[in-house]
């Protein structure tokens, strides 16, 4: 059966002290936890390596990678570094690096392929834009981020995919989507899985809710049959919140 999972995704915060810290604290708080969520996080690339000693239940897990393989790219980090440190799991296609750095899905199907070929786990992510929405667009965005991004894998490597549904409007906004709202798309999500892949990988494949999701509504979020748990922003810098959201399964 699909794994719960709740993953924090740092961004650019911390310095290397607070965030050695910060994951000193979340894997304390994590080895007494009360849910079997699996806990990710992911630091900036800097703290990744060192981060890493400190981490007993807690998996590791990096915030981008490079889109080429090694070679004459400056400033960028690839795989297999990733791989090197520690790392199990890549975020690909957050919506900041989609807005902010222009990647298309040509270029997350390319990091994709990279981070299963290093033995890394992507943990994909899809979601619109509030006038698409608005639109009535939403189920045609996510299915082509789906199509263009994952669904040229085969069974065998997308059992290896998470996804996560990150609703653009809800990231840093305070504004979460209903668990109504997230229930809706990830069934969908799930059934677009299960058109590709079969009924029986779209079952055992984690889908995430990322968007202002934190302590006070993780519970009613997550109740959610087709909620496998959360991609957390801001409430991934406050151990005790992080685990109250861990907790909430
Ligand atoms: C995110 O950036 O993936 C995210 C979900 O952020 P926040 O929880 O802060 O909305």
Not at 69 to 76: I, K, L, M, N, V
Not at 162 to 185: F, K, L, N
């Amino acid at each position: 059966m699909r794994q719960k999972i709740v993953a924090g995704n740092w961004k650019m915060n911390t310095v290397y002290k607070d965030g050695l810290e910060l994951a000193t604290a979340v894997n304390s708080l994590a080895t007494k936890k009360t849910s079997d969520a699996v806990v990710i996080i992911a630091p900036p690339f800097t703290h990744l390596a060192e981060i890493k000693k400190v981490l007993s239940v807690v998996k590791l897990s990096a915030q981008n990678c490079a889109s080429e393989e090694s070679g004459a790219y400056t400033g960028e980090v690839s795989v297999s570094m990733l791989k090197s440190v520690g790392a199990e799991y890549v975020i690909i296609g957050h919506s900041e690096r989609r807005a902010y750095y222009h990647e298309d899905n040509a270029i997350l199907a390319k990091k994709v392929n990279l981070t299963l070929s290093a033995g890394l786990k992507p943990i994909f992510c899809i979601g619109e834009v509030l006038p698409e929405r608005n639109a009535n667009k939403h189920f045609d965005i996510v299915k082509s981020q789906l199509a263009e991004g994952v669904f040229h894998l085969s069974p065998v490597e997308f059992e290896n995919i998470v996804v996560a549904y990150e609703p653009v409007w809800a990231i840093g906004t305070g504004v979460t989507a209903s668990p109504e709202q997230a229930q809706e798309m990830h069934k969908f999500i799930r059934s677009e899985i299960s058109s590709k892949y079969g009924e029986k990988i779209a079952a055992n494949t984690s889908i995430l809710y990322g968007g202002s999701c934190k302590g006070s509504n993780a519970k009613e979020l997550f109740a959610n049959p087709d909620v496998d748990g959360g991609l957390i922003g801001g409430a991934a810098l406050k151990a005790e919140e992080f685990l109250q959201i861990v907790n909430a399964f």
